[in-house]
């Protein structure tokens, strides 16, 4: 299994929008190995289809599409040939013997997009783990508190309280085994 598709299957439904958005940032790479503008991982790293921006304004008004100023459009006349078999290049992200600063403006601005994106993604999942822990505790504080008000009513003397202190007590290990459930799920995130 690939690891795109194993993160999806591995997901916790519904939080599905609180995990890393591997397929963006897998693209952005892929933009950079197929020679494509820098334009496009900038768009990418914005979480924008490059194809929405560069697509001219409609005609009609009911389906806009975003104006690009032609300074922001990727320079079509300097064209790369593609790679012959005679001639076998190594892509430059795979390159082990050029630094970083050796490849170019246009692997830096790839690096800085991807860098961006990422930097975006790490912050969503830390916000939404922020949240979840909060709830969480606030869950934990209420459970404790009840089961603190409980032990303190004591034994119960007739049979009625009896079976009101049961279903009290059965709720307060219910929340515990919910609230245990829940952190479970949030170990995975």
């Known amino acids: 299994m ?47 289809r490059p194809v929405d921006i560069l697509k001219p304004v409609s005609q009609n008004h009911s389906t806009p599409a975003i104006r690009v100023p032609a300074s922001a459009q990727p320079d079509t006349s300097n064209t790369v040939e593609p790679i012959t078999q005679d001639e076998p290049e190594e892509p430059p992200i795979l390159s082990a013997l050029q630094q970083d ?8 601005a790839h690096k800085a997009a991807f860098f961006f994106k990422l930097e975006r993604e790490l912050e969503k999942i830390n916000t939404f ?11 934990l504080e209420t459970l404790l508190s009840k089961r603190r008000a409980a032990a303190m009513r004591g034994l119960p003397d007739t049979s009625e309280e009896i079976t009101v202190n049961h279903v009290e007590w059965s709720a ?18």
């Open 172 to 189: 307060v290990e219910e929340g515990f085994r919910l609230l245990e459930r829940d952190l479970g799920k949030l170990q995975v995130l």
């Open 101 to 108: 600063d050796d490849r170019g403006s246009d692997f830096q």
């Open 2 to 48: 690939k690891f795109g598709k194993q993160i999806q299957a591995e997901q916790v439904p519904g939080w599905s929008a609180y995990y890393l958005d591997y397929k963006f940032l897998k693209k952005i790479i892929s933009s950079l190995t197929a020679n494509r503008p820098a334009s496009e991982a900038a768009a990418l790293a914005l979480g924008v």
């Open 129 to 139: 783990y922020l949240q979840k822990e909060a709830e969480l505790k606030l869950r």
